[in-house]
């Protein structure tokens, strides 16, 4: 939680970038045992979009980045620091952060991966607020990128469905002007269901071997059920934590932006919260889920739309394999 004040942090500039090729329903319903109307129904999913061979998770997030500081109308050299928030890394080392500012052209600057699912991006933004409010940094670049096709197991129904890829990017910078920009950050996680959604090949508990592989034990695994309930749950108390501790009503909330996950997740969070439906940005229609690159996927969207006005409440709300869960309340600048 983002405790004290000593300057406002603002999102200064916002990009995103998904791939060319469109995967729809109807081509998944002929790869495995599905129907388009089948997966609508139960996720509220379209089409995803999915990577070219080649085309890397650093190569989006740097896509993404530039578009993100060419917003923001400073100088790539004015970027301070990079943070990644991904699960599917280019490689384990070096960090997708260290390719990202090759890539992008930022200079020597320091810079690192953050793994926390589909809560990253909000993991990052706490961290990115704390380093900038201590007087560190003053320009710091965050990036959710996944290239969730690496890891998807499209024999299983029940996952290759809801996946995409893609990345979106932000730059938070500091400003003396009071309460505006990132006021509240909450983190939470509950490793006791850390087996709900994992991927348990590739690391040292189950390093690569022809076992591994011929088992499928490097694809995502999601617990039947587990997924949905919990994330309900999760989403539903964070943000009404945020809420609470801010002292302020859910009808003072002009736009959520929600992890991007399931349409009847969004739906249910917008039932227990009492905040309509209208004010959530969703584009799980036509992204899936990205993981990570959801909430700046539509954060960036939403800007472009007009969705933020100066003065707004935004409220972003995640959860991911963890389980981990965030939330954010910004004031919009």
């Known amino acids: 939680m983002d405790n004290g004040f000593r300057s406002s942090v603002i999102i ?50 740097a896509a993404a980045s530039r578009k993100a500081i060419a917003q923001s109308g400073l100088d790539p050299a004015e970027i301070d620091f990079v943070i990644v928030a991904t699960c599917t890394p280019d490689m384990p080392f070096p960090s997708t952060a260290c390719l990202v500012q090759k890539k992008v052209g930022l200079g020597k600057i320091p810079g690192f991966d953050m793994q926390a699912a589909c809560s990253g991006f909000l993991y990052g933004m706490s961290v990115a607020t704390q380093m900038i409010r201590t007087g560190t940094y003053r320009n710091i670049l965050l990036v959710g990128a996944e290239k969730l096709s ?91 934590s945020i809420l609470e501790q801010q002292g302020m009503e859910p009808g003072q909330i002009s736009c959520v932006i929600p992890h991007q996950a399931n349409v009847r997740i969004i739906e249910s969070i917008s039932n227990r919260l009492g905040i309509p439906m209208e004010k959530f940005i969703v584009n799980l229609d036509r992204f899936g889920n990205t993981s990570a690159a959801t909430i700046p996927l539509a954060l960036d969207e939403a800007n472009r739309l007009g969705r933020l006005q100066t003065g707004d409440n935004v409220l972003l709300v995640a959860f991911g394999a963890g389980l981990t869960w965030a939330s954010s309340l910004i004031k919009w600048h």
């Open 12 to 61: 200064k500039g916002l990009g995103s970038y998904t791939p060319s090729r469109v995967l729809t329903n109807s081509d998944i319903a002929r790869m495995v045992d599905t129907s388009d109307e089948w997966i609508q129904t139960r996720t509220g999913i379209k089409e995803r979009r999915i990577a070219e061979n080649g085309e890397n998770c650093s190569d989006m997030a």
């Open 150 to 240: 690496a890891i998807i197991d499209w024999q299983d129904r029940a996952t290759c469905v809801l996946f995409g890829d893609g990345a979106g990017a932000a730059v938070l910078s500091r400003t003396d002007v009071p309460d505006v920009g990132i006021i509240r950050t909450m983190l939470g996680a509950d490793g006791a269901l850390s087996h709900v959604l994992r991927v348990p090949g590739g690391g040292s508990a189950c390093p690569a071997t022809i076992d591994s592989l011929n088992d499928r034990q490097h694809y995502i695994k999601m617990e039947k059920g587990g997924t949905y309930k919990n994330a309900v749950r999760v989403m539903e108390q964070s943000a009404s």
